[in-house]
């Protein structure tokens, strides 16, 4: 096995929409406490869009973990971008619930009629291949406990988790 | 994206209590027929049975037909969708995006 076989596969999600609005709209409404919790529907301590600010999410507790999201400013640039690092779970979890160490990254573009704002939330580790499913068996009964939570917040349209 | 699209299924088919319910029962027992469903469960055979369609359509469940009794278990790869927190995530944030949008529609019509 060579060295990027052994590394852990660490893969994005990218969600990148173009809004009708000018880039200090939006840069508002990803910044503001009051507006942040409106759109993305979680409880957050106060947050500010300076580097070293630390605020967190309240989310579904799951096993060991308390549920709640710690994240910190890493980069704020005004109306351009915006990076904060996101973190969770515990090593005790098997899917929902599981450690989690990520970074979210918004950036802003100004486009002829509004502003491009695109999504980055990276760091996801994948289980490699086959062991995911072997060591899910164990985990079984866990994603069934979680199973619930997730489904009916999901029914009533609330947050995710 | 493919996986989004199995996370919706797999949600909308356990979002229903009652098929959770089901689905959980099969999960706990090694294997299950629908009368033994049925049983104590205070719904009708037939319901169980649509309940019973709609999650092996979801791939939640597998079964294994033997003389007159079809016997179902869970099927472990039909859980995949929830089990990491990329798909968890590629679900929350596609609808955040959405209320993003609605809000901003508000705030600066």
Not at chain 1, 8 to 31: G, N, R, Y
Not at chain 1, 131 to 159: H, Y
Not at chain 2, 40 to 59: E, F, M, N, P
Request: proline share 5%; with cysteine; charged share 25%.
């Amino acid at each position: 096995m060579n060295d990027a076989a052994l590394k852990s596969d660490t893969q994005d999600i990218v969600v990148d929409e173009v809004f009708p609005h000018a880039p200090e709209t939006i840069w508002k409404t990803l910044t503001t406490g009051e507006l942040i919790a409106r759109w993305l529907m979680m409880p957050t301590t106060e947050f500010e869009p300076a580097k070293g600010k630390r605020f967190t999410f309240q989310t579904t507790p799951a096993g060991a973990w308390d549920g709640v999201i710690h994240c910190q400013v890493l980069e704020a640039t005004p109306n351009e971008r915006l990076v904060y690092a996101w973190k969770g779970g515990h090593e005790g979890n098997v899917g929902y619930g599981s450690r989690l160490d990520t970074v979210v990254t918004w950036t802003l573009s100004r486009v002829e009629n509004g502003t491009r704002l695109r999504l980055v939330h990276s760091g996801f580790v994948l289980p490699k291949n086959g062991t995911a499913f072997k060591s899910m068996s164990e985990g079984w009964k866990k994603v069934v406990r979680n199973l619930d939570s997730i489904a009916a917040e999901q029914d009533s349209s609330k947050p995710l988790h | 994206m493919t996986q989004t699209a199995t996370v919706d299924a797999v949600m909308r088919t356990l979002a229903d209590p009652t098929r959770r319910a089901v689905f959980e029962r099969i999960v706990k027992s090694e294997e299950i027929t629908v009368a033994e469903l049925t049983r104590g469960s205070g719904v009708t055979q037939s319901a169980i049975s649509q309940h019973l369609r709609s999650l092996k359509q979801a791939g939640l469940i597998a079964d294994r037909p033997e003389g007159r009794n079809v016997h179902y278990r869970a099927d472990p790869q039909g859980l995949a969708p929830l089990v990491d927190w990329m798909a968890l995530y590629a679900v929350f944030w596609r609808d955040r995006f959405a209320n993003l949008r609605t809000l901003l529609k508000e705030i600066d019509p």
